[in-house]
């Protein structure tokens, strides 16, 4: 059987809010032939993919949304998941990007070609897409992470992953959620709504900032409305403000005092019971695993019919869950809310650049995967990542980091095109890189701290995380220029020719 082949001058892969904003900046760059594959069935990524109850963003929409197509609702500050994945197919819509996309395609593999300078993607279908640049949107946080557990083929109940809610379970009965990050913090008010018995199994507790409401009071409501640019400056206080109170947190800054007493009052104002207030006090510094912000799930807590477990789960039985106390605790349904494999870039995808050497392989012997500005990786033409390593902001919005990351390999391409060649960032560059990422990360508390996150690899090694603020990423990207950065990478027919 022939397989299908097709060709494009860009593929993207992912449509969710990277990979649409990429796709937004090639269309508005001149570049028409380009195809954005998504293996789901619409776009969205995380968005499409949560759909536990209580789902919605910690970033106020004004700034969790694209740039070049603002959220511009006066009455919603935090709108739920299904508003989000709403307002990211409008988006699609409106931006003609929707016929440059192709969804229920997976891609499991990518080949670069020496001779030709082109990549060749393989679909889980077996089709072959040829193109000259790719550029992964994945993201980092849809690979779900479920913990291998003694006894899990003996439980009789339903058990599932919060990134893969089972819509047909009862949830009237007794409950069971594992984990405390911010999933949980959103569905355990839900769940406690309806279920007879809601039992939380808590690793190590989280620190909590109370949560504006949802919706806009009046006041913000008439000014969002009548007065001509307040939702572009409502959103660039929020950006420069998070900047300014929450990044220095990472590094023990000015703030990281008074917004751990913010915390702590704002336990002690939701828990009055000191013994359970004990159990929620986290015992390492704010900042080095995820602040919450959330003001339902401590109240939560409190319910006579919600039980909050410290004790280390021993196993799974059949009819719920013991701990290593001895006791066990029936439960009807699990939800793991255990998070996400966000360490594992591109997994799933074997991913082979020049001379054949595998992605993953180099990123295993460099001992952590690397990227310049988490963007590109010498070695792999013409190949670009929006989301990559140390690229993920902990204190802001992501959504602005994928902008800053689509505008530069916009000019990559356009360097690409100037040279009429494929470009690679410099092993010179990545070094000096590196050198001024790692002096950066040794200077957060999340090198020097003790708790363990979803960032950091068990070693301690930090992969995930960007050690400044957004606007720093900005200042950097920008002032990084592609032409001195990245080198023409001949092809072997050309270099053939040349000698000749």
Request: aromatic share 10%.
């Amino acid at each position: 059987m022939t397989r299908t082949e097709t060709r494009h001058s860009v593929v993207v892969v992912g449509a969710g809010f990277g990979g649409l904003t990429m796709a937004f900046r090639l269309k508005q760059a001149g570049v028409q032939d380009f195809l954005v594959v998504e293996g789901g069935p619409e776009v969205g990524g995380v968005w499409r993919e949560n759909t536990y109850p209580g789902c919605s963003c910690d970033v106020p929409a004004h700034l969790y949304s694209f740039a070049f197509d603002p959220y511009r609702d006066a009455h919603v500050r935090y709108p739920s998941q299904s508003a989000i994945l709403k307002y990211m197919r409008e988006v699609t819509d409106r931006n003609g990007l929707r016929s440059h996309l192709r969804c229920n395609t997976r891609v499991v593999a990518a080949d670069y070609s020496d001779t030709g300078g082109t990549w060749t993607l393989t679909t889980h279908m077996g089709e072959l897409i040829h193109t000259t640049a790719v550029v992964w949107a994945l993201g980092q946080l849809h690979r779900p992470s479920t913990p291998q557990l003694w006894g899990a083929e003996t439980y009789s109940g339903r058990a599932f992953h919060s990134a893969r809610w089972d819509h047909t379970a009862d949830l009237s009965g007794k409950v069971a959620v594992v984990g405390t990050g911010s999933s949980a913090a959103q569905m355990i008010p839900e769940l406690a709504r309806t279920a007879a018995e809601v039992t939380v199994y808590q690793r190590s507790p989280a620190w909590v900032l109370p949560k504006p409401a949802a919706a806009f009071g009046r006041i913000s409501r008439w000014a969002l409305t009548h007065v001509p640019g307040m939702h572009d400056l409502y959103r660039t206080a929020i950006l420069r403000g998070a900047d300014l109170v929450l990044a220095p947190i990472m590094h023990a800054g000015w703030s990281a005092r008074p917004v751990e007493y913010a915390a702590r009052a704002h336990l002690r104002r939701q828990v009055r019971d000191r013994k359970l207030r004990r159990k929620l006090t986290p015992n390492y510094r704010l900042g080095e695993k995820r602040i919450l912000i959330d003001s339902g799930y401590l109240p939560a807590l409190t319910q006579p019919h919600v039980e909050l477990v410290t004790d280390r789960i021993d196993r799974l039985v059949p009819d719920g869950i013991r701990t290593i106390d001895g006791t066990e605790r029936r439960a009807d349904i699990i939800v793991w809310a255990t998070g996400f494999r966000a360490r594992e870039f591109l997994s799933g995808v074997q991913v082979r650049g020049r001379s054949g050497v595998d992605l993953h392989d180099q990123w295993r012997r460099q001992g952590r995967p690397t990227a310049f500005y988490g963007l590109a990786v010498p070695n792999f033409p013409n190949t670009y990542m929006i989301a990559g390593p140390h690229s993920f902001t902990p204190s802001n919005s992501n959504p602005s980091m994928k902008e800053h990351q689509a505008q530069y390999i916009t000019r990559c391409l356009a360097l690409t095109a100037g040279l009429a060649a494929p470009v690679e960032v410099t092993e010179w560059a990545m070094t000096n890189y590196l050198d001024a990422l790692d002096k950066a990360l040794a200077r957060t508390i999340w090198r020097k701290g003790v708790a363990t996150s979803w960032w950091k690899q068990p070693d301690g090694t930090i992969t995930n995380a960007w050690p400044g603020t957004v606007g720093e990423f900005e200042t950097a990207v920008a002032a990084s220029d592609p032409f001195s950065s990245f080198a023409m990478v001949a092809s072997s027919a050309r270099a053939g020719v040349s000698g000749a």
